[in-house]
């Protein structure tokens, strides 16, 4: 079956580092991506792994472990902006699989 | 990145009618084109998957004859939710994938939702 877990919320502070963890158990893998998405909005593309390793990107970061079905978004320099969900997603095939989310609450 | 638009963006409906939602690619070839339904405070969850010119492959649990899916054209698709009923009220968000479209490692684009509300 999938099953694809991630924190429910977490907080922290403008300036803070977060990291936002997300393990999965899924019949295919092809790829796993970050997405953020604010309240009544669609998702927003972060980041995609494919590979082990970490992908960075500005104040952000993802890094993928295959063997242990594990992954992680890192968020540097946090904003209130910042404040949102963040997704997992696992690439089953052609179609995406989604995490519940983190509800992230950035405070000054 | 690419773009893809829905519309509406808010629909209030009776119990009972039915409501077309409709997804566009602006700006590339979308020859797939994903559905998803998310309830408040839940994940996106898949509800289909549509090739263009092709039936919808639907995901398990989802009734087929209540949302009819059409991907006609490789810059549309629309779901039409028939005799809507209160516990359809969802957030709808369409993602296409597709030709022409920037962005990396085939990245599925979204569109900005669909709140549908059945009274």
């Known amino acids: 079956g999938q099953n694809i877990d991630q924190p429910t919320e977490m907080t922290a502070t403008e300036g803070a580092i977060v990291q936002i963890n997300c393990t999965y158990q899924?019949?295919?893998?092809?790829?796993l991506f970050w997405y953020q998405q604010h309240a009544g909005e669609a998702p927003t593309f972060l980041s995609y792994n494919v590979l082990d390793g970490l992908e960075e990107k500005g104040r952000f970061s993802s890094f993928l472990s295959r063997s242990k079905g594990y992954s992680y978004l890192l968020l540097k320099e946090l904003q209130m902006k910042d404040s949102a969900s963040y997704l997992c997603?696992?690439?089953?095939?052609?179609?995406?699989?989604f995490g519940k989310g983190t509800t992230l609450s950035v405070s000054s | 990145g690419a773009v893809v638009s829905q519309h509406p963006s808010r629909v209030i409906c009776k119990s009972g009618t039915s409501v077309k939602i409709e997804c566009r690619s602006l700006d590339f070839q979308a020859t797939t084109m994903f559905w998803y339904r998310q309830f408040p405070k839940q994940s996106l969850m898949l509800m289909a998957t549509?090739?263009?010119?092709?039936?919808?492959?639907?995901e398990q649990g989802v009734e087929k004859d209540k949302f009819l899916i059409n991907h006609a054209s490789l810059t549309l698709s629309t779901l039409t939710v028939t005799s809507a009923h209160p516990e359809d009220s969802s957030f709808y968000i369409c993602?296409?994938?597709?030709?022409?479209?920037?962005?990396?490692?085939?990245?599925?684009?979204f569109g900005p939702g669909t709140r549908l509300t059945v009274l």
């Open positions: 993602s296409a994938r597709g030709r022409g479209a920037s962005g990396s490692h085939n990245e599925q684009f």
């Open positions: 997603a696992v690439r089953e095939r052609r179609s995406l699989i």
């Open positions: 549509s090739n263009e010119g092709s039936k919808a492959t639907y």
């Open positions: 899924t019949s295919g893998f092809n790829g």
